[in-house]
């Protein structure tokens, strides 16, 4: 390589030629040689890309009994931890290498602006004590936010997005919050004041969504609460129950219904389509609304085609995840993932080879993979 007649141009040079090419051959560039990876992540050629779209992957989560307890009770296994993507637009899995992390079984649980979330364990401390960090996989950077109780990791769901880097972990009792503007570089503490535990909450600019069941230990009833970050306050309940008289009956036709953030200013609601009104009913399909914030309107974005609900329609636990206009559905058993692609208009397809082990149920997130996002 080094007398290659490449290593003879001036890196000016070679940099204005890689800049021209996707992102996609930049990455497989870096992974060439040495030489290569250390002229494609240099300042200067970072500038260059700064403009360059993101590659937007759908990244998954660890299974539950790998995160728990698989690499404790199988320590003297030598195994490398990576983060698994699969890129829609090239219909092929991906897999990005966390060994550059000092801790243990690092659990990656959202993403936001290029950046990973993830849970990890000290190396060296002997107890559980878990460590919220960000990082980013592609140019091994990573950051450690400040010590959090190990509680949070375990009943707290980790909400992100680019604004400020903010970050909240919420429960039904309390959530912390913590942004790149809080001069005390710690977590502010605040009571949830929900009245049950939060399902699905998402982080969709300065406001936060969750479905609570505010309804009988025999019948479930939805409702759609949120509450804006910088109004966040102990002395009253900042979270406020959003509805509206033209909405109807849009929480009673969908079953065990779940969040996911929408495109733009825009929310999702994914459950199963009841079939009528009973306590019990069956579902026919799997129903997307798409509700606007603005205009406070929901519609019909998309019902899962009756042939793919079959290979859902027997089991008893549903996952979904994704964010924009792409959502994946998992569940045990069926070996495969579902996926809803509203790019250029709705498409549903299946996504084969899925890796990892497990119950077969899947859970992950939107990852807009990027050289130059910073933590």
Same mark, same amino acid.
């Given at each position: 390589?080094? !007398?290659?007649?490449?290593?003879r141009?001036?890196? !000016?040079?070679?940099?204005?030629?890689?800049s021209?090419?996707?992102?996609?051959?930049?990455?497989?560039?870096?992974?060439?040689?040495?030489?290569?990876?250390?002229m494609?992540?240099?300042?200067?050629?970072?500038?260059?890309?700064?403009?360059?779209?993101?590659?937007?992957?759908?990244?998954?989560?660890?299974?539950?009994?790998?995160?728990?307890?698989?690499?404790?009770?199988?320590?003297?296994?030598s195994? %490398?931890?990576?983060?698994?993507?699969? !890129?829609? !637009?090239?219909?092929? /899995?991906?897999?990005?290498?966390?060994?550059?992390?000092?801790?243990?079984?690092?659990?990656?649980?959202a993403?936001?602006n290029?950046?990973? @979330?993830?849970?990890?364990?000290?190396?060296?401390?002997? +107890?559980?004590n878990?460590?919220?960090?960000?990082?980013?996989? =592609?140019?091994?950077q990573?950051?450690?936010?400040?010590?959090?109780?190990? $509680?949070?990791?375990?009943?707290?769901?980790?909400?992100?997005?680019?604004?400020?880097?903010?970050?909240? %972990?919420?429960?039904?009792?309390?959530?912390? @919050?913590?942004?790149?503007t #809080?001069?005390?570089n710690s977590?502010?503490?605040?009571?949830?004041?929900?009245?049950?535990?939060?399902?699905?909450?998402?982080?969709?600019?300065?406001?936060?969504?969750?479905?609570c069941d505010?309804?009988?230990? /025999?019948?479930?009833?939805?409702?759609?609460?949120?509450?804006?970050?910088?109004?966040?306050? #102990?002395? @009253?309940?900042?979270?406020?129950?959003?509805?509206?008289?033209?909405?109807?009956?849009?929480?009673?036709?969908?079953k065990?219904?779940?969040? %996911?953030?929408?495109?733009?200013n825009?929310?999702?609601?994914?459950?199963?389509?009841?079939?009528?009104?009973?306590?019990?009913?069956?579902?026919?399909?799997?129903?997307?609304?798409?509700?606007?914030?603005?205009?406070?309107?929901?519609?019909?974005?998309g019902?899962?085609?009756?042939?793919?609900?079959?290979?859902?329609q +027997?089991?008893?636990?549903?996952?979904?995840?994704?964010?924009?206009?792409?959502v994946?559905?998992? $569940?045990?058993?069926?070996?495969? =993932?579902?996926?809803w692609?509203?790019?250029?208009?709705?498409?549903?397809?299946?996504?084969?080879?899925?890796p990892?082990?497990?119950?077969?149920?899947?859970?992950?997130? %939107?990852?807009?993979?990027?050289?130059?996002?910073?933590?």
């Amino acid at each position: 390589m080094d !007398d290659s007649p490449i290593n003879r141009l001036p890196q !000016d040079i070679l940099h204005q030629i890689f800049s021209s090419l996707p992102l996609r051959q930049i990455m497989v560039c870096r992974s060439v040689s040495k030489l290569f990876n250390q002229m494609l992540t240099t300042p200067t050629f970072m500038d260059l890309i700064s403009t360059q779209s993101p590659l937007r992957f759908l990244a998954l989560r660890p299974p539950h009994h790998h995160h728990h307890h698989h690499q404790r009770q199988n320590s003297h296994v030598s195994s %490398v931890p990576y983060l698994h993507v699969f !890129d829609p !637009d090239q219909n092929q /899995w991906l897999r990005f290498s966390l060994s550059f992390l000092p801790f243990r079984s690092p659990h990656p649980v959202a993403s936001a602006n290029g950046l990973i @979330y993830l849970w990890g364990e000290s190396p060296t401390s002997i +107890e559980s004590n878990r460590s919220l960090v960000v990082c980013n996989p =592609l140019t091994r950077q990573f950051q450690v936010l400040p010590q959090l109780g190990s $509680a949070w990791s375990r009943h707290g769901s980790v909400l992100v997005n680019s604004v400020n880097h903010r970050v909240m %972990v919420l429960t039904e009792l309390a959530a912390l @919050y913590f942004s790149n503007t #809080n001069k005390t570089n710690s977590w502010l503490t605040f009571s949830a004041n929900l009245p049950s535990k939060p399902r699905s909450p998402i982080l969709i600019s300065d406001s936060v969504f969750a479905l609570c069941d505010v309804g009988s230990p /025999w019948r479930s009833q939805w409702k759609l609460f949120t509450c804006i970050l910088s109004r966040l306050n #102990n002395n @009253y309940n900042s979270w406020v129950c959003l509805e509206r008289h033209e909405w109807g009956d849009i929480f009673d036709i969908i079953k065990r219904p779940r969040l %996911v953030r929408g495109k733009g200013n825009k929310l999702l609601m994914i459950g199963g389509l009841k079939s009528n009104f009973s306590l019990n009913s069956s579902c026919s399909t799997i129903l997307i609304l798409r509700l606007d914030l603005e205009r406070l309107e929901w519609e019909e974005a998309g019902r899962m085609p009756v042939e793919m609900y079959r290979s859902f329609q +027997e089991s008893s636990k549903l996952k979904v995840f994704g964010g924009g206009d792409r959502v994946c559905f998992s $569940a045990k058993r069926v070996g495969k =993932l579902a996926l809803w692609d509203d790019c250029d208009g709705a498409v549903w397809r299946w996504i084969e080879g899925v890796p990892g082990g497990g119950d077969g149920l899947c859970r992950g997130f %939107v990852f807009e993979a990027s050289l130059t996002a910073l933590p």
